[in-house]
């Protein structure tokens, strides 16, 4: 009888001995020391920034100055010279969407501004930093 109840805590204790080490392992298993998880699966590559559709702004452009100018856009650059009026001037400028900015020079003086390409139904002007305002013709 000894013989029998020793043989009987002999297979409790082995099974005791293989509990949880069939069914897999407990717990997350794709985690670092540091505790985070890796991924396995391939990130995302963020895009760069595109700058900003160019609003078109080619044409004959008049001022609450007393000009009226022939601005010429390539993409997002432009250029302007003085068609009517007082002064002889030329400018380049940059644009990203509805911002401008400008650096001219001509026969009053050089100067740089930046200002607001503003677009109202089928108006389009231009408010600039130092007052002046062009609309299209």
Do not use: C
């Amino acid at each position: 009888m000894l013989v029998l109840s020793h043989l009987a805590f002999a297979n409790v204790s082995s099974a005791l001995a293989q509990a949880g080490s069939i069914g897999g392992s407990i717990g997350k298993q794709d985690k670092s020391i540091s505790g985070s998880e890796e991924a396995d699966r391939p990130r995302a590559v963020p895009h760069p920034k595109r700058p900003a559709a160019a609003i078109d702004i080619n044409g004959i452009w008049g001022s609450n100055i007393g000009s009226d100018y022939q601005i010429t856009q390539t993409g997002n650059t432009f250029r302007w010279v003085v068609v009517h009026g007082a002064q002889r001037e030329t400018a380049t400028g940059t644009m990203d969407g509805s911002n401008v900015s400008a650096s001219w020079s001509g026969t009053n003086g050089s100067g740089s501004a930046s200002g607001v390409i503003v677009v109202v139904g089928g108006l389009k002007k231009i408010e600039w930093s130092n007052g002046a305002v062009f609309l299209k013709r």
